[in-house]
């Protein structure tokens, strides 16, 4: 057994970091947290050599371009978003071969056949991707904070508001990556369970916080509530308990989704009478 959990961790550790996703997506949620500073800047720009065409208008938009270019924590919010949207949308779709997809090419047929069994090839998907997803969103979330103080003027966020930040922004990216293993080694569907988070992700957040829901608690809008403690301000003003629980909560929802994932595994048989062989 743990000969076999082994070698379908190493499995999956080639499968992603041998094919380059690990290093694309890397690169992918890195530079979509770069971009947005740099686009703020270059819109703050604009707006400030176009301030004589607005004169002209009677509109006054020095206050907003300077707004624009002024505070590092209205980067860092930015690509915070960014990266818990668009990047997560990209991370899902990247997985998708690795989140049941490989059932769909009867590719694990012969692997099931010969033994392996449902903890060895749920347990690894658990650890690798939703780690991966940690770890790149919070490398993402410096990289932002490094560019808007670079080009910034006002650097109003400490490093341990972007550590937080960072952090729930993960944690937000590994809820939905748990989410999209489980949905798609359950139903050897993983367009359709890539689909179904991507929607999720976008719609339950504003639907919670047009609502009214309390942003603790909910792991829907952890991206939301990642924005709100990246100022200053914010974080000072953020209960560390509030942040504490929110985040052990979607711990605790991300473990019930491996134990559903396993048991769907568990549930599905080998039929292999008529001419289809069947997972």
Not at 2 to 14: I, P
Not at 44 to 64: P, R
Not at 96 to 114: D, Y
Request: charged content about 10%.
């Amino acid at each position: 057994m743990k000969l076999q959990t082994k070698a379908s961790m190493k499995k999956e550790f080639l499968a992603f970091f041998r094919t380059k996703k690990f290093l694309i997506l890397a690169l992918v949620l890195v530079g979509l947290a770069v971009i947005n500073p740099l686009m703020f800047l270059g819109l703050g720009t604009l707006m400030d050599s176009m301030s004589d065409v607005y004169n002209e208008f009677g509109m006054d938009v020095s206050e907003l371009s300077e707004a624009l270019v002024s505070t590092v924590s209205s980067g860092v919010s930015s690509s915070v978003s960014n990266i818990a949207q668009t990047g997560l949308i990209v991370f899902l779709l990247v997985i998708n071969s690795n989140a049941g997809g490989e059932q769909k090419k009867r590719s694990i047929t012969i692997p099931r056949s010969a033994g392996l069994r449902s903890f060895s090839y749920v347990f690894p998907k658990f650890v690798i991707y939703p780690v991966a997803a940690f770890v790149i969103a919070l490398a993402a979330t410096f990289a932002s904070w490094g560019v808007s103080a670079a080009v910034f003027q006002n650097n109003d966020i400490s490093p341990l508001g972007v550590l937080i930040a960072g952090a729930l922004t993960g944690v937000c990216l590994m809820f939905y990556t748990c989410a999209h293993i489980t949905i798609g080694t359950a139903t050897g569907k993983a367009g359709l369970s890539a689909t179904l988070c991507i929607v999720a992700a976008l719609l339950f957040p504003s639907l919670f916080v047009a609502l009214g829901s309390d942003l603790v608690y909910n792991p829907f809008t952890i991206n939301v509530f990642a924005g709100s403690v990246v100022s200053r301000a914010g974080f000072y003003s953020t209960d560390p308990l509030d942040v504490i629980m929110t985040v052990l909560v979607a711990l605790v929802i991300m473990v019930i989704l491996y134990f559903l994932a396993l048991f769907a595994q568990n549930a599905r048989k080998i039929d292999n009478s008529g001419n289809d062989i069947r997972i």
